[in-house]
């Protein structure tokens, strides 16, 4: 009996020996592990694969694993330790990742170097609402309107709420199809709801339809990583990353009122008009001049929106119109378009004079209803020259011009001739060169296309045809010719339209000019140089796309 008590007790310490012997064998040569087992919808979770240096993680096929998440950051890393002599090696692969959709997920078996991993199973709830006890990070957008007209501004504003701290901030750029958008100044504030204490953040976007029917606001996406403290100074892991979405939203957009008498669109919340003198017009005499200022503000519109001010043709005061200003501001409620336009005010002749008034239709978008901004008509006093005497000036001129005839100079003309004579020799001289230059540059081996300018060039087009404004539209048009391909600056603007965009573009320089230079400068309408043009600018795309395709060698600089 003692005997087989003391084998008993032998095999007892053999098997324990041989556990201890065989217990590295059966460890797991590759496994899985996560940091949590529930996460929000859009938030992360770090999913670790280790093994014992036998195999590599960073082999392993991570297919399965993208079928229900999104993989954010990946990392690899080794150690080693040494303890009581004996070494073990680790390698770890480090995955950031985040759920694709709710409900109860499976992070699926890995294989690597022969080895598999074992199933995780990951529950994903919605995410957090507003007024949830669970809820640490907000994210919303909201209109201040759901219906508006044809390039009328629509404010849209994107609000992140955290009440955690956030680091490495984003939001998605608001990209939209048929709108143009006009991205304003962010607010920060802090809110304490009774509950906690908020940080608000407000990003602000002014958004003006081109067309009617319906405008789609897409998904807009917030995120951030949770700031979260090391435990060392060598030990600087990011926090895990969240993200929240907006819901969609729709605008209405209604089409310009049959109505409207005006050729320039305004629906603006508030229309204004001022004017200014550079002295006061009443103390006018023949021939002196005089600075007219007109003012145009509008609340909700761009600048560029704004029409320039038409200062009319009176018998006996003659306009003599500056380069307008126009610019942006912004106010509580959006973009506060200004443009100014000046003219020299000239009498030719003394008399009294009326300065007809300036009217100027617009939309009220608030009251829904057509109001006129209105500059009064003003009545200009004009006395005679202070040396005219009992004359005229031009009889005057014409008298010392008559007693001077026949007679030679007394005085020597100085040095202004000789000056004269080098400034031109100097012009002509450079005309010279820049033909030689002109004749001796070589043609490129590539497809001609658009010069980096173009871009710029067509949007000052596109913002002076808006305006109404023929002068600057013909400017405009101009530089923007000179940036196509083959372009010859040095002939006219109709020889020029006609060689971009054929006699569709020509004929619509030829109303401009019209309208400029002609009787009917009432009836210009922008419209049919705004298509001739759109349809040159296509054309030039087109050909300059077809042209880079044929070419057979590429761009030694691509651009």
């Known amino acids: ?64 694993l993208t079928r229900d998440f999104e993989i954010l950051q990946r990392s690899s890393s080794s150690s080693t330790r040494i303890v009581n002599g004996r070494t073990s090696r680790e390698v770890a692969l480090e995955l950031e990742i985040t759920p694709r959709r709710e409900g109860t997920l499976s992070i699926p078996p890995l294989s690597a170097g022969g080895e598999q991993t074992a199933p995780l199973v990951i529950e994903v709830e919605p995410p957090p609402a507003a007024g949830s006890p669970d809820a640490n990070v907000l994210f919303s957008a909201e209109l201040d309107r759901d219906s508006v007209y ?93 993200s929240r979405q907006s819901e969609p939203l729709t605008v209405t957009v209604r089409a310009r009122p049959d109505a409207f008498p005006g050729q320039t669109w305004l629906p603006a919340a508030e229309l204004t008009i001022e004017e200014s003198w550079s002295r006061p017009p009443e103390q006018l005499a023949t021939g002196e001049s005089v600075t007219r200022t007109v003012t145009l503000t509008g609340r909700g519109l761009q600048g560029a929106q704004l029409p320039f001010v038409r200062f009319p043709a009176t018998q006996g005061l003659k306009y003599y119109p500056d380069q307008p200003q126009i610019e942006d501001a912004e106010g509580a409620d959006g973009v506060i378009g200004v443009r100014t336009d000046s003219a020299a005010l000239v009498p030719v002749a003394p008399g009294r004079y009326e300065v007809p008034e300036l009217r100027v239709p617009w939309w009220d978008t608030e009251a829904d209803r057509l109001r006129w901004a209105v500059l009064p008509a003003r009545t ?35 040095p202004w001739p000789l000056i004269a004579a080098a400034c031109a020799a100097g012009w002509l001289l450079t005309g010279l060169l820049w033909w030689r230059s002109r004749r001796s540059a070589p043609a490129g081996d590539g497809p001609p296309g658009p010069t980096a300018g173009e871009p710029r060039a067509w949007k000052g087009l596109r913002a002076a045809l808006a305006s109404g404004d023929p002068a600057a539209s ?86």
């Open 1 to 64: 009996m003692a005997r087989s008590g003391k084998d008993r007790l032998r095999l007892v310490l053999c098997c324990a020996a041989l556990a201890a012997i065989l217990a590295p064998s059966l460890a797991l040569a590759l496994e899985a592990t996560v940091d949590r087992y529930r996460v929000s919808l859009g938030d992360s979770l770090r999913l670790t694969l280790t093994s014992d240096g036998a195999v590599d993680p960073a082999e392993a096929d991570l297919a399965p």
């Open 380 to 414: 200009i006093r004009v006395t005679p020259a202070a040396n005219a005497g009992t004359g005229t000036a031009g009889t005057a001129d014409a008298s010392a011009v008559t007693q001077g005839a026949g007679r030679a100079p007394t005085a020597p003309a100085g």
């Open 150 to 242: 044809v390039q009328q501004q629509v404010l849209l504003t994107l609000r992140i709420q955290q009440a955690i701290a956030l680091d490495d901030r984003s939001v998605t750029e608001l990209k939209l199809d048929g709108a143009f958008v006009k991205p304003l100044g962010q607010n920060s504030f802090q809110r304490d709801d009774g509950n906690r204490r908020w940080l608000v953040h407000e990003i602000r976007y002014a958004i003006f339809p081109e067309q009617s029917g319906t405008l789609e606001i897409p998904v807009q996406t917030f995120s951030a990583r949770v700031r979260q403290g090391s435990r060392s100074l060598f030990e600087l892991r990011s926090g895990p990353r969240l």
């Open 474 to 559: 013909r400017r405009q048009l101009a530089l923007w010719l000179g940036t196509l391909p083959g372009a010859r600056p040095q002939d006219a603007l109709a020889a020029q339209a006609r060689a971009a965009g054929g006699e569709e573009l020509a004929a619509a320089v030829a109303a401009l000019d019209a309208a400029l230079y002609g009787p009917g400068a009432e009836r210009w309408d922008p419209a049919a140089l705004d298509a001739a043009a759109r349809a040159a600018r296509r054309r030039h795309a087109r050909e300059n796309a077809r042209a880079e395709a044929d070419s057979p060698l590429p761009p030694l600089y691509p651009a």
